[in-house]
C-alpha cells in the first residue's frame, strides 16, 4: 500500500467514548488511514479542544485548514481541519458543513497557532469568516480582489485588473511608542523585492535603534491560484502544475501528487517505479538543501559555499533531464509511475553521482560547521522550542532542529521507505545553526538511501498496465486497436477517479507536503488542497522577529528556506 | 514516533584552536586554496561551460520545440485528433481541422490552422504523449527568441520538419 492504514478500530472507539453524540454528528474511519469526524460549528470548539487536550488523543498538530465548496449540496460549504498527534501516532479529519447565508466557524487561532494564515487563505480564497481571528485579512490575493477565487461559481478564466498599488500598512504601524528609552524608532520594508528575501516576500518591521519591535509579512506576490487551475484539468494534467510548488525539488511535488490519486484510485505503481521515484525523490531533497544552505550561507557572507554546493546540484539536474527531459520542471511521474523508463545508463549516472556528491558536503562542513564567525551569527538566533514549533504546525528539517522526531518518510512511510535504514536527523537548540546541521546531516542520510536503493533497483515496467489509469505503450497504440481506444478515453475523458477524498501527506524538503484531494467521480479534481510544508513556517516568521537584530532577520529568513512557489502557490 | 532510529546532531563543543579561529583560517584557505589548483592545473574539473560557444551534452530526452513529423510524401502525419489540445496542461495548442481534399478515403482529417504559443508552452512533452500518430515530437532546440508576442504563435510552416527527421536535432519523442 502506498499510504499505510492501520488498523483504526481501537482510536475509534476511544473517540466515540470521548466525543459525546450532541457533539459530533458522525465518526467514521476513511479510506485513507484518518479518522473523521463531522461536527456543526455550534460544537466545533469543544469537538477541537477535546481532540488537543485529552491525553490519549492528544492531537497537537494542526496540519491543514481547508474550505471546500459544494454548490448542490444543501450545507453548501464545508471546512476541513486536518490533525495529526504525534506522540499517538493517529491523525484525523474534522469536517464542519455550512450554510450558503453566512457561512461563519470560531477560530482556531486559540487553541493551535498554525491556525492563523491557514485560516486566512481560507476566508480570502473560500469566503468562511472566521470569527475572532485576530487578524482576518486576504492573505494570497491583493486586498482590493473581489469575491472568493475557490468557489465554484467563481470563473476560473475571469480577470481582475487591479490598478491601485500594494497598501497594506500595519496598524500598529501608527503606534509610536517613542519614549526616553526608545526614541529611534522607525518603519523599514524589508522586500518585496530585495536579494535577501529569495522571492517576493514582504516584511514590515518596526525598529528600535536596530532591533526590531514588531514586524508583519506580507505574502501572496506569487500566487497563481495552482489550486483553481487544478480543477480546470484532468488529473495528470496537474502534474507539470505541481513541479512549480516547490521548484527546487520538482520530482518530490509530483511524486506527493501522484501517490494522492494512486491510492484514491486503489492501484499502486510497479516496484521499479517506486524505486526510481524514491532514488530521484532523494536526490531531489539533496538538491532543495544544497540550495537553501547555499544560499543562506551567502546571505551571513559566506559566497565559496553557494559555488560548491551547485556544483553538485547541477550534475543531479543532469541526472534528471536524462530520465525526464527537463532541468527544472521535469514532469517526471505520472499517475501509476513514470513517463518514461530510466536511461541505460542510469545506474552508472547515480553511482557517478554518489561518488561525486559527498566531497563537496566536506569541504563545505571544513569551511563553515567549526567557524567562530558562522557559530556566532547563528547560535541561539531564532530559536525555537519544540512546543512552540509544533503549535505553529512546524514540520520537517526545520522541526528536527528543535528536537521532535517526525519524519513522514518513517512516521507515515511511502514508497517502502520503511524498508531502508537511515536515521533521522535532530537536534534540540531549535536555532539558525542547528537548522544548518540537520540540513547537513538530512544530505548525507538522503545518500545513504539513494545507495540501498540503486543496489536493489529491480527491472520490470514503470508504469502500471491498468489502462484506467495509465496510457498504454506506444508501440500498441500504433497497432492495437483496444489500446488506442484506451488511450483517447484516456485523454478524452481523464482518468476516471472515484468519488470521495483523501489526504496523502509525502516528507518533502521543508516538511509535510500534504495533498487534500476531492473527487467526485469525474475525469478532474473536484478540489486539490496542497499543504505546503513552508507556509506555517512563514507565518511564524514575524513573531520570531521580534527581539532581533535587523541581520538576524535574513539568517532567520535563509534557515526556514523559504520557496515562494509553494508558499503562495 | 518513539521507535524511530535518531542520530543527534547538536551543535559541537567549540575546542580552543577554534575559538582562536586562526586554525580555522588556515584550514578554510586550504580548501578553497585547493580547488583552485585543481582548477590551474586540471582543467577538466573546471565546472563552468563557456556558453553558447560550448555547450552542455543534452540527452536525447530533452524537451525542446515542437516538430510536425511529416510522411513520405510531404505531408503532415498530423490528423487532427485535437488529442494534443486536449491534453496540453498549458491550453497552448490551436488547431482548426478540415477534410483533406486529397484523401482515398472519405472524411479524413488534416489540420488547416495548427498554433503552438511558444509563450504560453511549458515544454511538458504531454503533447508527444498524447499523440497517436507520432506526428509531434520534440527537438532539442531550446534557445529561441522572438521580437514580439505575435511572433511567438507558430504555425504549421515553421513547425513542420525540415528535411530528413534524421537531421532533425531530435529530443523528447515515444519510446517503444
Same mark, same amino acid.
Given at each position: 500500500?502506498?499510504?499505510?492504514? $492501520?488498523?483504526?478500530t481501537?482510536?475509534?472507539?476511544?473517540?466515540?467514548?470521548?466525543?459525546?453524540g450532541?457533539?459530533?454528528?458522525?465518526?467514521?474511519?476513511?479510506?485513507d488511514?484518518?479518522l473523521?469526524?463531522?461536527?456543526?460549528?455550534?460544537?466545533? &470548539?469543544?469537538?477541537?479542544?477535546?481532540?488537543?487536550d485529552?491525553p490519549?488523543?492528544?492531537c497537537?498538530?494542526?496540519?491543514?485548514?481547508c474550505?471546500?465548496?459544494?454548490?448542490?449540496r444543501?450545507?453548501?460549504?464545508?471546512?476541513?481541519?486536518?490533525?495529526?498527534?504525534?506522540?499517538?501516532d493517529?491523525?484525523?479529519?474534522?469536517?464542519?458543513?455550512l450554510?450558503?447565508?453566512? $457561512?461563519?466557524?470560531?477560530?482556531?487561532?486559540?487553541?493551535w497557532k498554525?491556525a492563523?494564515?491557514?485560516?486566512?487563505?481560507?476566508?480570502?480564497l473560500?469566503?468562511?469568516?472566521?470569527?475572532g481571528?485576530?487578524?482576518?485579512?486576504?492573505?494570497l490575493?491583493?486586498?482590493?480582489?473581489?469575491?472568493?477565487?475557490?468557489?465554484k461559481?467563481?470563473?476560473?478564466?475571469?480577470?481582475?485588473?487591479?490598478?491601485?498599488?500594494?497598501t497594506?500598512?500595519?496598524?500598529?504601524?501608527?503606534?509610536?511608542?517613542?519614549?526616553e528609552?526608545?526614541?529611534?524608532?522607525?518603519?523599514?520594508?524589508?522586500g518585496?523585492?530585495?536579494?535577501?528575501?529569495?522571492?517576493?516576500?514582504?516584511?514590515?518591521?518596526?525598529?528600535?535603534?536596530?532591533?526590531?519591535?514588531?514586524?508583519?509579512?506580507?505574502i501572496?506576490?506569487l500566487?497563481?491560484?495552482?489550486?483553481k &487551475?487544478?480543477?480546470?484539468?484532468?488529473?495528470?494534467?496537474?502534474?507539470?502544475?505541481?513541479?512549480?510548488l516547490?521548484?527546487?525539488?520538482? &520530482?518530490?511535488?509530483?511524486?506527493?501528487?501522484?501517490?494522492?490519486v494512486?491510492?484514491m484510485?486503489?492501484i499502486?505503481? $510497479?516496484?521499479r517505479?517506486q524505486?526510481?521515484?524514491?532514488?530521484l525523490?532523494e536526490?531531489?531533497?539533496?538538491m532543495?538543501?544544497?540550495?537553501?544552505?547555499?544560499?543562506?550561507?551567502?546571505d551571513?557572507?559566506?559566497?565559496?559555499n553557494?559555488?560548491?554546493?551547485?556544483? $553538485?546540484?547541477?550534475e543531479?539536474?543532469?541526472?534528471?533531464?536524462s530520465?525526464?527531459?527537463?532541468?527544472?520542471?521535469?514532469?517526471?511521474?505520472?499517475?501509476?509511475g513514470?513517463?518514461?523508463d530510466?536511461?541505460?545508463?542510469?545506474?552508472?549516472?547515480?553511482?557517478?553521482?554518489?561518488?561525486?556528491?559527498?566531497?563537496?558536503v566536506?569541504?563545505?562542513?571544513?569551511?563553515?560547521?567549526?567557524?567562530?564567525?558562522?557559530?556566532?551569527?547563528?547560535?541561539?538566533?531564532g530559536?525555537i522550542?519544540?512546543?512552540?514549533?509544533?503549535?505553529?504546525?512546524?514540520?520537517?528539517?526545520?522541526?528536527?532542529?528543535?528536537?521532535?522526531?517526525?519524519?513522514?518518510?518513517?512516521?507515515r512511510p511511502?514508497?517502502?521507505?520503511?524498508?531502508?535504514e537511515?536515521?533521522?536527523?535532530?537536534?534540540?537548540?531549535?536555532d539558525?545553526?542547528?537548522?544548518?546541521?540537520?540540513?547537513?546531516?538530512?544530505?548525507?542520510?538522503?545518500?545513504r538511501?539513494?545507495?540501498?536503493a540503486i543496489?536493489?533497483?529491480p527491472?520490470?515496467?514503470?508504469?502500471?498496465?491498468?489502462?484506467?489509469?495509465?496510457?498504454?505503450?506506444?508501440?500498441?497504440?500504433?497497432?492495437?486497436?483496444?489500446?488506442?481506444?484506451?488511450?483517447?478515453?484516456?485523454?478524452?475523458?481523464?482518468?476516471?477517479?472515484?468519488?470521495?477524498?483523501?489526504y496523502?501527506?509525502?516528507?518533502?524538503a521543508n516538511?509535510?507536503?500534504?495533498?487534500?484531494?476531492?473527487?467526485?467521480g469525474?475525469?478532474r479534481?473536484?478540489?486539490?488542497?496542497?499543504?505546503?510544508p513552508?507556509?506555517?513556517?512563514?507565518?511564524?516568521?514575524?513573531?520570531?522577529l521580534?527581539?532581533?537584530?535587523?541581520?538576524?532577520?535574513?539568517?532567520i529568513?535563509?534557515?526556514?528556506?523559504?520557496i515562494?512557489g509553494?508558499?503562495?502557490? | 514516533?518513539?521507535?524511530?532510529?535518531t542520530?543527534?546532531?547538536?551543535?559541537?563543543?567549540?575546542?580552543?584552536g577554534?575559538?582562536? @579561529?586562526?586554525?580555522?583560517?588556515?584550514?578554510?584557505?586550504?580548501?578553497t586554496?585547493?580547488?583552485f589548483?585543481?582548477?590551474?592545473?586540471g582543467?577538466?574539473?573546471?565546472?563552468?561551460?563557456? @556558453?553558447?560557444?560550448?555547450r552542455?551534452?543534452y540527452?536525447?530526452r530533452?524537451?525542446?520545440?515542437?516538430?510536425?513529423?511529416?510522411?513520405?510524401?510531404?505531408s503532415?502525419?498530423c490528423v487532427?485528433?485535437?488529442?494534443?489540445?486536449?491534453a496540453c496542461p498549458?491550453?497552448?495548442?490551436?488547431?482548426?481541422?478540415?477534410?483533406?481534399?486529397e484523401?482515398?478515403?472519405?472524411?479524413?482529417?488534416i489540420?488547416?490552422?495548427?498554433?503552438?504559443?511558444?509563450?504560453?508552452?511549458?515544454?511538458?512533452? @504531454?503533447?508527444?504523449?498524447?499523440?497517436?500518430?507520432?506526428?509531434?515530437?520534440?527537438?532539442?532546440v531550446?534557445?529561441?527568441s522572438?521580437?514580439?508576442?505575435?511572433q511567438?504563435?507558430?504555425?504549421?510552416?515553421?513547425?513542420?520538419?525540415?528535411?530528413?527527421?534524421e537531421?532533425?536535432?531530435?529530443?523528447?519523442?515515444?519510446y517503444?
Amino acid at each position: 500500500m502506498t499510504v499505510s492504514s $492501520p488498523d483504526t478500530t481501537q482510536e475509534l472507539q476511544l473517540l466515540t467514548e470521548r466525543l459525546p453524540g450532541e457533539s459530533a454528528a458522525r465518526i467514521e474511519a476513511a479510506a485513507d488511514g484518518f479518522l473523521e469526524v463531522t461536527t456543526d460549528r455550534v460544537h466545533l &470548539m469543544e469537538v477541537l479542544r477535546t481532540l488537543r487536550d485529552d491525553p490519549d488523543l492528544d492531537c497537537n498538530l494542526l496540519l491543514d485548514v481547508c474550505g471546500v465548496d459544494y454548490p448542490d449540496r444543501e450545507q453548501r460549504f464545508e471546512v476541513v481541519y486536518h490533525l495529526r498527534s504525534l506522540e499517538k501516532d493517529h491523525q484525523l479529519r474534522v469536517k464542519v458543513p455550512l450554510g450558503q447565508d453566512d $457561512p461563519a466557524v470560531p477560530s482556531a487561532y486559540g487553541l493551535w497557532k498554525a491556525a492563523d494564515w491557514f485560516e486566512r487563505e481560507t476566508w480570502d480564497l473560500v469566503g468562511i469568516r472566521f470569527d475572532g481571528h485576530p487578524n482576518l485579512r486576504r492573505l494570497l490575493t491583493h486586498e482590493a480582489f473581489q469575491g472568493h477565487a475557490l468557489r465554484k461559481d467563481y470563473d476560473p478564466g475571469q480577470r481582475w485588473i487591479l490598478t491601485e498599488a500594494e497598501t497594506m500598512v500595519p496598524t500598529w504601524v501608527e503606534e509610536t511608542p517613542e519614549d526616553e528609552d526608545h526614541f529611534e524608532t522607525q518603519i523599514l520594508n524589508i522586500g518585496p523585492s530585495h536579494p535577501a528575501t529569495h522571492g517576493t516576500l514582504r516584511t514590515v518591521v518596526r525598529l528600535d535603534g536596530e532591533v526590531i519591535t514588531k514586524a508583519e509579512s506580507e505574502i501572496g506576490y506569487l500566487h497563481r491560484c495552482f489550486e483553481k &487551475m487544478s480543477e480546470t484539468h484532468g488529473w495528470n494534467q496537474v502534474i507539470p502544475y505541481t513541479d512549480r510548488l516547490n521548484y527546487c525539488s520538482s &520530482m518530490i511535488n509530483g511524486v506527493g501528487f501522484a501517490l494522492g490519486v494512486e491510492h484514491m484510485l486503489g492501484i499502486e505503481a $510497479p516496484p521499479r517505479a517506486q524505486v526510481v521515484r524514491l532514488i530521484l525523490s532523494e536526490f531531489s531533497r539533496l538538491m532543495d538543501h544544497a540550495v537553501c544552505l547555499g544560499a543562506y550561507l551567502v546571505d551571513v557572507g559566506a559566497l565559496t559555499n553557494f559555488w560548491y554546493f551547485f556544483q $553538485p546540484r547541477e550534475e543531479i539536474y543532469g541526472l534528471l533531464e536524462s530520465c525526464a527531459g527537463g532541468r527544472l520542471t521535469i514532469s517526471y511521474a505520472r499517475v501509476g509511475g513514470l513517463a518514461a523508463d530510466v536511461p541505460a545508463d542510469f545506474e552508472r549516472q547515480v553511482r557517478y553521482l554518489l561518488d561525486y556528491i559527498p566531497k563537496f558536503v566536506d569541504d563545505v562542513e571544513t569551511l563553515i560547521t567549526t567557524n567562530r564567525i558562522f557559530r556566532q551569527r547563528t547560535e541561539g538566533v531564532g530559536a525555537i522550542s519544540a512546543e512552540e514549533a509544533i503549535a505553529w504546525g512546524w514540520t520537517g528539517p526545520c522541526l528536527r532542529a528543535a528536537g521532535v522526531p517526525y519524519d513522514v518518510r518513517r512516521a507515515r512511510p511511502y514508497l517502502g521507505y520503511e524498508d531502508y535504514e537511515f536515521d533521522v536527523p535532530i537536534a534540540t537548540t531549535g536555532d539558525c545553526y542547528a537548522r544548518y546541521l540537520v540540513r547537513i546531516e538530512e544530505m548525507r542520510q538522503s545518500l545513504r538511501i539513494i545507495r540501498q536503493a540503486i543496489d536493489n533497483l529491480p527491472d520490470g515496467p514503470v508504469i502500471t498496465d491498468n489502462h484506467h489509469a495509465a496510457l498504454p505503450p506506444k508501440s500498441k497504440v500504433y497497432s492495437e486497436m483496444e489500446a488506442l481506444i484506451w488511450h483517447f478515453k484516456l485523454i478524452y475523458e481523464g482518468i476516471q477517479v472515484p468519488a470521495g477524498d483523501a489526504y496523502t501527506a509525502t516528507e518533502g524538503a521543508n516538511g509535510e507536503l500534504g495533498y487534500y484531494l476531492v473527487s467526485d467521480g469525474g475525469g478532474r479534481p473536484y478540489r486539490v488542497k496542497v499543504r505546503p510544508p513552508c507556509f506555517p513556517i512563514m507565518q511564524t516568521y514575524p513573531h520570531l522577529l521580534e527581539g532581533h537584530m535587523v541581520a538576524d532577520s535574513i539568517a532567520i529568513l535563509s534557515s526556514f528556506n523559504i520557496i515562494a512557489g509553494e508558499l503562495d502557490r | 514516533m518513539n521507535n524511530v532510529s535518531t542520530v543527534n546532531v547538536d551543535r559541537p563543543k567549540q575546542t580552543l584552536g577554534e575559538r582562536i @579561529y586562526l586554525g580555522s583560517i588556515v584550514k578554510g584557505l586550504w580548501v578553497t586554496l585547493r580547488h583552485f589548483l585543481r582548477n590551474l592545473f586540471g582543467q577538466r574539473d573546471i565546472a563552468t561551460i563557456q @556558453y553558447p560557444e560550448v555547450r552542455r551534452e543534452y540527452s536525447e530526452r530533452l524537451r525542446g520545440r515542437h516538430i510536425l513529423t511529416t510522411k513520405e510524401d510531404g505531408s503532415l502525419r498530423c490528423v487532427a485528433c485535437y488529442m494534443c489540445e486536449t491534453a496540453c496542461p498549458a491550453d497552448c495548442i490551436h488547431i482548426v481541422a478540415e477534410e483533406d481534399p486529397e484523401a482515398t478515403v472519405e472524411w479524413e482529417k488534416i489540420a488547416k490552422v495548427y498554433e503552438i504559443d511558444l509563450l504560453r508552452c511549458v515544454f511538458c512533452g @504531454y503533447c508527444v504523449d498524447a499523440c497517436p500518430k507520432e506526428a509531434i515530437i520534440m527537438s532539442r532546440v531550446h534557445d529561441f527568441s522572438f521580437a514580439n508576442r505575435r511572433q511567438a504563435v507558430v504555425g504549421i510552416e515553421e513547425l513542420r520538419q525540415k528535411g530528413p527527421i534524421e537531421d532533425e536535432d531530435l529530443g523528447y519523442r515515444p519510446y517503444y
